[in-house]
Structures are given as C-alpha cells and as structure tokens.
C-alpha cells in the first residue's frame, strides 16, 4: 500500500534496521516538537534484553498482581484454572505489545507520535489523553494503596499507635503522612529521567522475587505444608458453567495491561535492538504473571492452615510476622515493588502524552509533575471506597476504549504503512501526517465505531439483595450491544483495526494521507 523505503526527509540508517533522523531534519521550531519527544539517537538506544525483562519483572510484581487469582478463585475456579486464565491472558495481550513496541526501536518515538501516523498531529491527543487519564487514576489509587501498606506496617511496628492517632477526614493523619511522603518518592524518582529509571528496575526486580520466594519459605515453615486450598476442586468444572465465567475474566485478565500495550513504545523506544524488546517482553511478562499467580496461591494456601483464613492481601500476611526484622523487610518489599510498578506504568505514560498536549510548555518532568498532582486531586481514597463506580464506569468503559486505539495503531503501522514511517513528518504541520488540519478522520470513524460497539452495552449485574451493582442498566446501555460487552477490549481492538483498514485503502494507494 505505501512505500517501503523512506523518502524525502534526510535520514541515516544504521545495522539492524533502526532509523534516526539528522540532527538538521528534525524541526526542533515546529510546534508538535520538543526534546522529549524527538527520536531518540541510535546511540542512546541502549537498553538491552535484561532491561525489558526487568522492567515487567518489576510491573508485574505488585500488590494488585498478587491478589487477581484470589478474585478468580472468588468466582469459583480452582487455583489451576485461575492461573491458566491469568497465563492465558498475558500471552494474549503480549502480542499487541509487541505489536506497538515494534516501532519504539526502529524509529526511536514515544507513543503520542507513533499514533499521529493514524490519528494525525492534533488528533494523537484523543489517546493520549485517554491513556493519560487512565494512568493518572492509578497513580492515585496504586500511590495511595502503596502508602496504606507503609501504614499498615508502620502501624504493626508501632504497636497500633498509628491507627489511634488524630483523624484528618476520617483517617489517622499518619496515613496521609505515609500517602504524601509515597508519592513525593516517587515523583523524585520519576524526575531523574528514564535512564534512573532503567537503573532502579534492574535492581528492583530481583530484590521483589527474593522477597516473595522468602514470604512463600516463611508461611511454608510455618504451615508445613500448603494446605487444603490447592485441593479444593473447581465450582464450575470445565463445562458449560465454567466458560460464561471464563471469558469476561479472561478479558479482565487483559485489561490489566492493555493500557501497557499502547504506550510500550515509550520504553521501547531507547531499545538496543528488535530482539531486546521481543525476548524481554515475551520472558518477562507472562512468565512473570504465571509465576506470580502460582506463588499467591501457594502462600495463601498456607495461610489458610496457620491462620485458619485465606489471606490474600500480601500486606496484611506480612503484617502477622511476630519480629520487628520480618516488619521492615516487608515494609521494604512493599515500597519498592509498589514503586517500580506505580512509576513504569503510570507516570511515564501521561508524562509523554501531556507533553504532547502542548510540546512548547510541557515536558517529560513537568508532565510527570502534572500526573502527580492529578493524582491527588481525583481523590484515589474515595475511588478506592467506591468500587462500582471505578471499575465499571471508569476502567470498564476506559479499557474498551484503549482496545479500539490499539486495533487502529496496528492496523496503521503494520499494514497500511507496511511499518514506513517519515521521522520528520511525524512533528511538521501540513506534512503527510496532517491530513485535514491536523486530524484523521478515518481514525476518528474507526474509533467511535470500535468504541461503541466496545463498551455501548456496558451493564450492571444484579446483587443479592435485587440491587444493581454498578451505574449502567442491568440490560445494558444499547441493549442489543450488550452480548458485547464482556468482550469489550477484543471487540474494540477487531472491530477498529478491520474498519481502519477499510477506510485507509483508497488513501493507502497515494501518499500516506499528504491530503485530505
């Protein structure tokens, strides 16, 4: 459909297929440029296979990862149906990584400039800022659940003093003391740029997996053994009750990282190579989540015989530890595995993607500053209080959404653009990325129909008592979307890519969109 080889712009290109711009071709004037968000030098692509495996070694081991096999076990799955579904899910949702990350190495850009390709310069705002809004919200919410465990802790340390000091709206104030010196931590981190970052992942991820095999040799001992949670047989079998669970969870499974699977190019795009991000991202994320997944069910299957309960909330195993030395070394595994993730994933995102906003006035650590901030102001504590209204009308509808942005972004680089793209076009006004003042329309069709049939029957299951349990209508916001809806992030991500490509062939056999 396009050309395979760049033309135009004066480019070098390097072994191994990476491309950067001259220093003379980059117009650093333009309006849609800044320092953070040009191409990143070959040079200063330089992070190699550990650094990728790392880096999601370090995602994934979070307090959140740690608890979602308990939440399948709640739906009824026995431990090795839960942790298939969560392995299942991981290699699924590695594909559009990799998919998106392709780009990150080969032309050295962030994710807001990889979609201008397909949204154009001013329309790359619509997700970026979707994927922003995302990421602050679990700033504030992971930030405030990190800061509860250093309570939690400090509080077992303490001897309860904590939970009976003075309240500050409704909570002992050494909670929000805890909440505020969590978050300037990792702003301070966050402001020492990517390469501190890369750093601190390295070490980071091999200390986490230390401390959670120790966890799971402590409750061994303890137990001796690993009780009778790994052989409580399964509620629903494999037959027909077992797959209407399957499914929905298997999505949710993926909207764990979906919102990764857009802006990968943000960390891969200071990539040595191809094959680093590839065998990165493939050794470090599902192996990582698989093997997460099957040490909480081991360790909350002891606590389960030493403590007469299933505890999976890590935190508060770690604060039944009866010596002041177990406290602080868990206190410090928390820290830093709720750091690494909370940083990675939240804060990188929405710093390149508000700089994008207005690449003149905001840069990568003024972005990563507005993040936190924001972080704050939506109040993470009362989304934490109200679960309904965060993850079914916020992620759920968010999620599908962020789907139907992936499904147009690989459909535009791997197959109307035949991975091409033209670096300094990517930042000019009125180049072959400007479509019509800015904006693809075809993009933005193939959004809002993605989008709506994504999350158009989003509904509110039925409780106990006859209540709904979340904001939408029990029969779905569109009814007849509503068999949809379950399948949100995979109806959003096929439905987009198949229309994209339908609307772009025509533009495909001209010039990459240079009009109209």
Not at 153 to 168: D, M, P, V
Not at 271 to 292: C, D, N
Not at 408 to 418: F, H, N, P, S, T
Request: proline share 6%; glycine share 12%; with cysteine.
């Amino acid at each position: 459909m396009t050309e395979t080889v760049p033309t135009g712009s004066p480019i070098s290109q390097s072994v191994g297929g990476r491309v950067e711009l001259a220093p003379e071709a980059f117009p650093a004037d333009s309006p849609f440029a800044n320092e953070d968000l040009r191409p990143v030098p070959v040079s200063e692509r330089k992070w190699t296979t550990y650094n990728f495996a790392a880096l999601w070694i370090s995602m994934a081991h979070c307090i959140p990862s740690w608890t979602l096999a308990s939440g399948l076990v709640a739906l009824g799955m026995d431990w090795k149906q839960a942790v298939f579904t969560i392995a299942l899910a991981n290699i699924i949702v590695l594909l559009p990584m990799l998919a998106t990350g392709h780009a990150g190495p080969k032309y050295g850009i962030p994710f807001p400039v990889l979609a201008r390709a397909s949204f154009g310069l001013r329309g790359a705002n619509i997700p970026a800022l979707i994927r922003a809004a995302v990421a602050c919200g679990w700033f504030g919410i992971q930030t405030w659940i990190g800061g509860s465990g250093i309570f939690a802790l400090g509080s077992k340390l303490t001897g309860g003093h904590w939970e009976n000091a003075g309240k500050i709206a409704g909570n002992p104030w050494p909670l929000w003391l805890c909440f505020l010196l969590f978050w300037a931590l990792q702003i301070a981190i966050i402001y020492r740029g990517m390469d501190f970052l890369r750093h601190f992942e390295n070490w980071a991820a091999p200390f986490v997996i230390a401390g959670a095999l120790v966890l799971l040799i402590w409750i061994a001992v303890k137990a001796d053994g690993f009780g009778a949670l790994l052989d409580q047989p399964s509620k629903l079998g494999w037959g027909p009750d077992f797959w209407p669970v399957f499914f929905p969870s298997l999505m949710g499974m993926i909207g764990f990282w979906a919102t990764l699977s857009l802006n990968i190019p943000d960390f891969t795009r200071f990539g040595a190579s191809q094959k680093a991000q590839t065998w990165g991202q493939s050794l470090g994320l599902p192996t990582t989540m698989t093997l997460f997944a099957v040490l909480a069910v081991l360790v909350t299957s002891g606590s389960e015989v030493v403590y007469g309960e299933a505890i999976w909330d890590p935190v508060a195993l770690a604060a039944k530890a009866d010596n002041a030395f177990g406290l602080l070394f868990a206190l410090i595994i928390v820290l830093v595995a709720t750091i690494s993730v909370n940083i990675a994933a939240n804060v990188v995102s929405p710093a390149y993607d508000l700089s994008n906003l207005a690449p003149k006035f905001i840069n990568f650590r003024t972005g990563a500053l507005i993040t936190g901030v924001v972080g704050i102001l939506i109040f993470p504590w009362k989304l934490i209080s109200t679960p309904e209204f965060y993850i079914f009308t916020w992620l759920g509808v968010v999620g599908g959404l962020l789907g139907t942005v992936a499904g147009i972004l690989i459909a535009d680089y791997w197959i109307v653009r035949r991975t091409v793209l033209h670096l300094a076009d990517l930042y000019t006004p009125g180049g072959r990325y400007w479509y019509t003042n800015g904006w693809n329309w075809r993009a933005i069709v193939a959004f809002v129909v993605g989008g709506l049939l994504a999350v158009g029957g989003s509904y509110s299951g039925v409780g106990a008592d006859g209540k709904k349990t979340g904001p939408f209508p029990t029969d779905g916001l569109i009814p007849f979307l509503k068999p949809l809806a379950d399948y949100g992030w995979a109806v959003g991500l096929s439905a987009s890519l198949l229309l994209y490509i339908a609307l772009m062939l025509p533009k495909g056999r001209e010039q990459e969109g240079i009009a109209a």
